[in-house]
């Protein structure tokens, strides 16, 4: 069925180091890819997201890579520190681009060591 | 409101009694999303509701599983005979119309089936 896989599931690194993760989704209409934060005990709030007419989109310490053709975006964290441990998800709009839902990736925590 | 608002925020209930979750989406926002999120693991749809358009059932579990949305703004997930499996934090999301933009969580009710 149509989903969206992350990887990896877990991920640590030292603090000033960078994070990569990614997604792949299987829904070519999709055109929609948010990124979310869970910090423990809390609700998913958006850090940054893009659009399938754009490549890359960054702020600050924060990217998002768009590759269309091969259906997988990546966030990218520069110079991490502690507060960047959470849970991060992505997600795409599945079943018809902007009318579709909002399908999550199952997350990926994240933990900085100082 | 200011957010997204769900009630209660935690729910005790015995295995076999049924629940109803609310959620409260922000003012204007007509695209509304739930989510059940179990200890530790991702953000897994449960429905999506788009303007007055059918909604979109696909993530529901099992026929126990229900939800409406009264007058374009309210909704309210039904749980019937709930059981032990159904524990979870409940999740609901609301986003702007017609074009997918970020979309704002509530604080989530977490359900405990005993």
């Known amino acids: 069925g149509e989903n969206v896989e992350q990887h990896p599931s877990t991920l640590s690194v030292q603090e000033g180091d960078s994070a990569v993760i990614k997604c792949t989704y299987s829904?070519?209409?999709?055109?929609?890819f948010p990124w979310y934060k869970q910090e423990l005990g809390k609700r998913p709030q958006l850090i940054i997201d893009?659009?399938?007419?754009?490549g890359e989109k960054k702020d600050q310490r924060i990217a998002v890579t768009l590759n269309k053709t091969a259906k997988h975006f990546s966030l990218h964290i520069t110079e991490t520190q502690p507060e960047d441990s959470a849970v991060y998800f992505c997600?795409?709009?599945?079943?018809?681009?902007?009318?579709?839902?909002?399908?999550f990736g199952k997350g990926t925590k994240l933990s900085v060591k100082p | 409101g200011a957010g997204v608002s769900q009630s209660p925020s935690n729910k005790v209930t015995e295995k076999g009694k049924d629940v109803e979750l609310r959620c409260d989406p922000i003012?204007?926002?007509?695209?509304l999303y739930w989510y059940r999120q179990s200890l530790g693991q991702g953000l897994e749809f449960l429905i999506y509701?788009?303007?007055?358009?059918?909604?979109?059932k696909s993530g529901l579990p099992s026929d126990r599983f229900s939800a409406e949305r009264t007058g374009g703004s309210v909704s309210t997930l039904t749980i019937q005979r709930t059981q032990q499996e159904d524990s979870a934090v409940y999740l609901c999301?609301?986003?702007?119309?017609?074009?997918?933009?970020?979309?704002?969580f509530g604080q989530g009710t977490r359900l405990t089936v005993v």
């Open positions: 829904d070519s209409a999709s055109n929609y």
């Open positions: 509701f788009q303007g007055n358009s059918a909604p979109d």
């Open positions: 893009i659009r399938s007419n754009v």
């Open positions: 003012s204007g926002h007509t695209a």
């Open positions: 997600a795409a709009t599945l079943r018809g681009g902007s009318q579709g839902n909002l399908i």
């Open positions: 999301a609301s986003s702007l119309r017609g074009r997918i933009t970020e979309a704002f």
